[in-house]
């Protein structure tokens, strides 16, 4: 009994789309705080404000003037190039979750070419494009959630250490401000001044030890304003499961 060998050696298998898709698990509570990957999630956040703005002023002017054109010939053409334009978005979006949140999604399938040859049939095409309108969508649905990132990450982020090293810089106020500490409060009522300040060296303490714990729980909160986006970016700029 003879046998053959195969003049190849078998193909690797594909890794499957629940492998690829998985990001990286976030690290440790301690280690946290000063990880790489906490500030490339802050990054990410930051970055995706402007791009929120841009990607949802895009979105909305394209589409409003679409429907508004609708009743003319040219409705066509501009919803045409609206699909188009979120799909360039939408991979735009992927490189950016690959790079800064480890998460690796493939694309959509390419629009169909249709059967028959024209402007109008490959517009057809491109109107009936599904992953299209979910990318346009996209730009719609993560604006609010990317604003609220944004601010809820850079406040933390610079309240936190700001906070957490005051006693490396409180010496400052009393000897270049003419303050006897950081002042916490000041306001006027009734005619009476009323002021508070941290000066003593129990105040500081305490005041370092509540910014230690928010620079601590910040990465927590940053991953959970990310894991929106991760989702986001799944279920609307990726293939569709089946």
């Known amino acids: 009994m003879s046998t053959s060998t195969l003049p190849y050696a078998p193909a690797p298998a594909a890794p499957s789309a629940s492998s690829a898709e998985r990001a990286p698990g976030a690290p440790g509570f301690w280690r946290a705080p000063f990880a ?61 979750a690959r790079v800064q949140l480890g998460l690796d999604v493939a694309g959509p399938a390419a629009v169909e070419r ?37 601010v809820l990450s850079v406040t933390f982020l610079v309240t936190g250490w700001v906070v957490a090293l005051l006693p490396a810089y409180s010496w400052v106020f009393p000897r270049y401000v003419d303050w006897p500490g950081y002042r916490l409060f000041e306001y006027t009522s009734g005619g009476e001044r009323h002021e508070f300040y941290l000066e003593s060296p129990v105040q500081i303490a305490g005041a370092s030890l509540v910014g230690l714990v928010i620079v601590f729980l910040t990465p927590k909160l940053v991953r959970a304003l990310t894991n929106i986006d991760r989702a986001a970016v799944r279920s609307m700029l990726g293939q569709p499961r089946r």
């Open 36 to 96: 790489a990957s906490t500030y490339r999630e802050i990054g990410y956040t930051v970055v995706s404000l402007p791009i929120a703005i841009v990607g949802f002023t895009f979105a909305v002017t394209m589409f409003s003037l679409g429907v508004g054109l609708f009743v003319t010939v040219l409705g066509l053409p501009v919803l045409a190039a609206a699909l188009a334009g979120a799909r360039g978005l939408g991979a735009a979006e992927r490189g950016r």
């Open 114 to 150: 249709p059967r028959e040859a024209g402007v109008w049939a490959g517009m057809r095409a491109r109107l009936s494009d599904g992953a299209g309108w979910r990318a346009l969508l996209f730009q719609v649905v993560t604006f609010p959630s990317r604003v609220v990132s944004f």
